[in-house]
């Protein structure tokens, strides 16, 4: 298909294309096999690309780039040695690792500021996640793969691809669209999309259905109608109340999705440690007050490895760990939940993961303070923590602080979230009544 580098060029955007073939019609069985048969002793006639054959779909130009990074960490190439060895190894460890690897940079593309960002991300991650899809049926955790795509499946039907085409960064500028509204770039990208669904055909369904449902239900066509008196008959005459198990939420037209504010580092002259988080060094925290000779996050993650043993990860982090590149950001929850799953760490509440697309809190993100009040190193049990939560969301809004290293994250994303879930897995297998 020519003329393509000079469309773009023309449009003044810049962009890369991909092309894909449009759909046929399936032929007759009988000159299908016809066909077939003449296919058989004849040479493959090379296939003519032309608009009316193929349709061109759009992207902003940095998906090669976006594209290239999600391969580098799916084949192991931008990873360390360690790591691309498990991942070259085809074996049950690899499809744990690359699931870690799936979740990780899910979480990471939505940290992304701009849609189109996130849509190239994300398209990017299905994109690599599926072109060997083996691992996903040589793992130990069928049932979480299967609720990451979920996920990511409901992030692209109930999120993203309720975007316009420009909002995506999809298409050309001023490109036509059909009696349905879809533009040929948004076309192309619903065949490619169903292409990366395919790869999920062959996978066994052993625990934990693996599907990717990424297709956006068709909308209602609004009524139009300009008879006042049939618009009238279709009010009803008392308003329509549904039962609440639990405290209703309003909604309104001005409602937001929960949205974190801005990075901040509350004191310039204090680092982090995994001990105090916001506070300096007192005489009853005496957590490294200089920060002399202790170890930083980096180090840690060193000596624990991809894979610590049970004695390690119970050990934890000593409370003089650095974290030079820590920040903080507040969100602020109006109830009547959190929406967040919680895990009690080395004496630390961290964010396990976050089921709602709408709350914007990272994974790996540690809980600092609610509503101003610090929340302690090694604090007396978990359940004090989640008593104090409970406590404060009964007399919402409440604002937790929450300290984010990225460091911190992706550890706790490939390696200490995925041991932890091991090492319970293993007590409730010890603490099982013998029948």
Same mark, same amino acid.
């Given at each position: ?18 092309? #894909?073939?449009? &759909? ?32 061109? #779909? ?19 190439? @931008? ?152 618009? @009238? ?34 004191? @310039? ?21 200089? %920060? ?23 050990? %934890? ?46 994974? %790996? ?10 929340? &302690? ?11 104090? #939560? ?46």
């Amino acid at each position: 298909m020519e003329g393509m580098e000079e469309e773009t060029k023309r449009s003044g955007d810049h962009k890369v294309f991909l092309i #894909l073939p449009k &759909p046929t019609k399936p032929k007759s069985g009988r000159r299908c096999q016809e066909e077939s048969d003449e296919d058989e002793d004849e040479e493959e006639e090379e296939i003519m690309m032309s608009l009316d054959t193929h349709y061109v #779909l759009w992207l902003p130009a940095f998906w090669e780039e976006e594209l290239s990074r999600m391969r580098g960490h799916f084949n192991g190439d @931008q990873e360390s040695n360690t790591i691309k060895q498990r991942l070259q190894k085809g074996n049950t460890d690899t499809g744990n690792l690359t699931m870690n690897i799936l979740s990780s940079e899910y979480e990471h593309i939505k940290s992304y500021r701009s849609i189109p960002k996130k849509f190239v991300g994300a398209l990017a991650l299905v994109y690599a996640a599926t072109e060997d899809p083996h691992w996903m049926m040589d793992n130990e955790f069928p049932e979480e793969i299967s609720k990451i795509w979920k996920t990511i499946s409901s992030y692209f039907r109930n999120t993203l691809l309720k975007k316009t085409d420009q909002e995506l960064g999809l298409g050309l500028p001023n490109d036509s669209v059909d009696s349905e509204g879809f533009s040929d770039s948004r076309k192309a990208l619903y065949i490619l999309l169903a292409f990366r669904a395919a790869a999920f055909n062959d996978i066994e369904d052993y625990g934990g259905k693996v599907e990717f449902k990424w297709k956006p239900n068709k909308s209602r066509k609004r009524k139009t109608t300009t008879d006042r008196q049939t618009l @009238q008959s279709q009010i009803p005459k008392q308003p329509i109340i549904r039962q609440c198990s639990s405290s209703p939420i309003v909604v309104t037209k001005d409602a937001q999705p929960l949205r974190r504010t801005p990075l901040f580092q509350p004191n @310039q002259d204090h680092t982090p440690t995994w001990g105090l988080l916001l506070t300096e060094a007192t005489s009853d925290n005496p957590h490294n007050p200089n %920060g002399s000779g202790a170890p930083g996050i980096c180090d840690i993650i060193e000596r624990f490895g991809s894979q610590p043993d049970e004695a390690t990860i119970r050990s %934890g982090l000593p409370s003089s760990v650095l974290f030079p590149g820590m920040q903080f950001y507040n969100v602020t929850f109006d109830g009547p939940t959190y929406g967040l799953a919680l895990a009690c760490f080395s004496g630390r509440v961290v964010v396990q993961k976050t089921p709602s697309d709408n709350i914007d809190v990272s994974v %790996g993100s540690v809980i600092a303070a609610v509503n101003s009040h610090i929340v &302690p190193h090694k604090t007396n049990s978990f359940g004090s923590v989640m008593n104090m #939560l409970k406590y404060a969301i009964n007399h919402s809004p409440v604002v937790i602080t929450f300290a984010q290293d990225a460091h911190f994250e992706r550890f706790w994303v490939e390696v200490l979230r995925p041991s932890l879930a091991e090492i319970k897995e293993k007590l409730q297998k010890r603490n099982k009544p013998k029948t």
